[in-house]
Nanobody, 122 residues
Framework: VQLQASGGGLVQAGGSLRLTCAAS??????YAWFRQAPGMDREFVAA????????YYSDSVKGRFTIARDNAKNTLYLEMNSLKPEDTAVYYCAVGNPITSRVRASEGYSYWGQGTLVTVSS
């Protein structure tokens, strides 16, 4: 399984970016974005999960970020608006089959993209 993430870059606070993740297979139940800031643990950002009432968001991005998936293209997106300096991180897309109660845990994801850096300047 290959995941190719792109779309990161440098943006000023208040700006927007859209991340894209192209997946080589479509057999997974959950498609997610995580991020890791320098010196910090990897944290959950958002997930879209088949057969659930999702999508799911972390409290820190709810209302600002939108996750979406194009089934035909098997591509995952993360639309990021009102960006803040604390959103600066390497963003990773991931796919897997976690149980619903664990969609926010990185352990439930089997495959990861290479990461794309988002830098938000103040």
């Amino acid at each position: 399984v290959q995941l190719q993430a792109s779309g990161g870059g440098l943006v000023q606070a208040g700006g927007s970016l859209r991340l894209t993740c192209a997946a080589s297979e479509r057999t997974f139940r959950s498609y997610a974005w995580f991020r890791q800031a320098p010196g910090m643990d990897r944290e959950f950002v958002a997930a879209i999960v088949k057969f659930t009432s999702g999508p799911y968001y972390s409290d820190s991005v709810k209302g600002r970020f939108t996750i979406a998936r194009d089934n035909a293209k098997n591509t995952l997106y993360l639309e990021m608006n009102s960006l803040k300096p604390e959103d600066t991180a390497v963003y990773y897309c991931a796919v897997g089959n976690p149980i619903t109660s664990r969609v926010r845990a990185s352990e439930g994801y089997s495959y990861w993209g290479q990461g794309t850096l988002v830098t938000v300047s103040s």
